[in-house]
């Protein structure tokens, strides 16, 4: 537990950009030891507040004290040398380069070479103490989103950081990894480390931290210890200004069959000698949840399905009508929308206004064109009335998207995506990094897309989610779908045993 010494004082903290004002004189306090809970809706000021702490910002009034000492952050060598890591929300270690040339960049070699084997060893000690493991050869470009948020972590403990900085780090962990970083995380406030972590899952936050600072609109409004008067009701509503409500399935007639892919083998799956075969069918006004540890074929699956990946075999019909040589324009044309997980990747080109992100690829139709020309007014409206029905913020359609916070990236191409009424939509981790609120407008948002017709495939990490909106589970496990059932028949339990590669029908068969 803390002593009382802070080890970080960040004191009347401001930043602006432009007319938004992303922190208000912000104060906050981590004690040694402390695990320190950031809390706040999309775009309060949470990153803005950590980047400044990183050297990545330049706040423009306020002061931060390190150990006492008042300290000028001006980069982040300065923040790395003061003993600050931070894990960001998108991992910024190099695609090209090794794990291990990830971890050594910056490192201080010996006699003129950077010590691979000191390197190896630190690794190793990382895994054995952290149970954090990734293989140092893997090229970073192959590992999944969850792996390289792995190597980050790893990458700050490997420079034993005495204030670390988690920015959302559990987003994209399973719930096994999420364990093994909070034992992580215990053993370093052990040790004498202050944490600041950023979640919008409010159990973790209420089973990790010590003390909770809520953050709204750029200003502090809360600032308590984490004791039993604390319940994720209190937070949503220090965080919302109310309660949160909780979407709940409501059973729906399901229509005939819309979505079928029929023999399909993942190209990723081709060179194996037992390369599965998936068939699976979405019906019209249905979801289909798709469970399974990450990395087992669900993003393939999204990616083929959607005509972003070749499948190696099979086909994909629409409404009876099989879509030949599938593409992303042919899919869009099909009817069917993608959501993918990694939005600022393959769903969002960061640099571009949000008004041209919100008709990206739709540019070249009616009603955005007409022969030829394209109509800018009707971008700009349509940009303006999705930002508002979403509350997308700030509602500037001029911004770039890359400047917006992830929560606010990920409602505005929820907003884009079912603006166009899809007939299919394969949506992956459509709540995650989402405040309360946003998680329930867009769980909401999806069950009336069902209720309307669509057909869903709903590809997340969280089984609670999977329950509390699918009308069928399918589980993925190594590139096939080890299991298939209607929602009401699958428990937790059940879901966990196809997770980990047992069919549980025949699990159950057996017993
Ligand atoms: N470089 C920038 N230029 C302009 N505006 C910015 C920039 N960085 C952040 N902002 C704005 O500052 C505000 C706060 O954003 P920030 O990313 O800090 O929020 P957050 O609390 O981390 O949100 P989330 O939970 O969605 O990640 C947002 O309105 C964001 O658009």
């Given at each position: 537990m803390s002593d009382q010494i802070p080890v970080l004082v960040l004191s009347g903290i401001t930043k602006t950009f432009g007319k938004t004002v992303?922190?208000?004189?912000v104060s906050l306090e981590v004690k040694r030891g402390e695990i320190v809970g950031l809390l706040g809706e999309n775009g309060a000021g949470k990153t803005t507040l950590m980047n400044i702490l990183f050297g990545l910002y330049r706040a423009d009034e306020g002061k931060v004290f390190v150990e006492g000492n008042e300290v000028n952050i001006a980069t982040t060598a300065d923040a790395i040398s003061l003993g600050i890591g931070m894990v960001q929300q998108h991992s910024h270690a190099v695609?090209?380069?090794?794990v291990l040339e990830n971890l050594m960049l910056g490192l201080p070699g010996k006699n003129g070479f950077l010590d691979r084997a000191f390197a190896l060893n630190r690794l190793k000690e990382i895994a054995d103490g952290y149970g954090l493991r990734l293989d140092p050869s893997r090229v970073v470009s192959t590992l999944a989103v969850g792996e390289r948020q792995r190597l980050d972590i790893i990458r700050a403990l490997f420079r034993r950081a005495r204030v670390l900085i988690l920015d959302?780090?559990?987003?994209?962990?399973?719930p096994q990894e999420t364990e093994g970083l909070f034992s992580a995380l215990r053993s370093l406030q052990a040790d004498g480390v202050g944490i600041i972590f950023i979640s919008h899952k409010l159990n973790e936050v209420m089973a990790i931290t010590d003390r909770i600072v809520v953050m709204r609109r750029g200003k502090v409004v809360a600032d308590v210890v984490n004791d039993k008067t604390v319940t994720s009701v209190t937070l949503a509503t220090m965080m919302c200004g109310h309660e949160p409500d909780r979407v709940q399935r409501i059973p729906h007639t399901r229509g005939d069959a819309c979505l079928v892919a029929s023999e399909v083998v993942l190209q990723r799956d081709e060179a194996k000698k037992a390369a599965h075969k998936i068939n699976l069918t979405i019906h019209s006004g249905e979801i289909l949840g798709v469970a399974g540890v990450s990395g087992n074929g669900q993003v393939a699956l999204a990616e083929t399905i959607a005509g972003v990946a070749r499948a190696a075999h099979g086909s994909i019909s629409i409404d009876g009508d099989i879509i030949e040589n599938p593409s992303p324009r042919r899919m869009q044309q099909a009817g069917l929308s993608y959501i993918p997980e990694d939005r600022i990747g393959a769903g969002f080109v960061s640099t571009m206004p949000l008004k041209d992100n919100m008709v990206l690829s739709r540019f070249s139709y009616p009603p955005f064109s007409r022969a030829g020309w394209i109509d800018w007014g009707k971008v700009l409206s349509f940009a303006e009335s999705q930002i508002a029905e979403y509350d997308v913020r700030p509602p500037d359609p001029q911004m770039p998207v890359g400047l917006m916070s992830g929560g606010n990236q990920q409602k505005a191409i929820v907003a884009r995506e079912l603006a166009f009424s899809p007939r299919v939509l394969i949506i992956a981790q459509?709540?995650?990094?989402?405040d309360v609120s946003a998680i329930a407008f867009v769980q909401r948002s999806l069950i009336t897309l069902r209720d309307a017709g669509c057909s869903i495939m709903l590809i997340s990490d969280d089984l609670d989610e999977i329950f509390q909106l699918s009308d069928r589970i399918a589980v993925m496990y190594e590139g096939s779908i080890i299991w298939e059932t209607p929602i009401e028949q699958a428990t937790v339990a059940s879901v966990g045993l196809a997770m980990n590669g047992s069919n549980p029908a025949l699990t159950e068969a057996r017993a």
């Open positions: 992303a922190n208000s004189s695609s090209r380069h090794t959302e780090p559990t987003s994209v962990l399973t459509p709540t995650r990094g989402l």
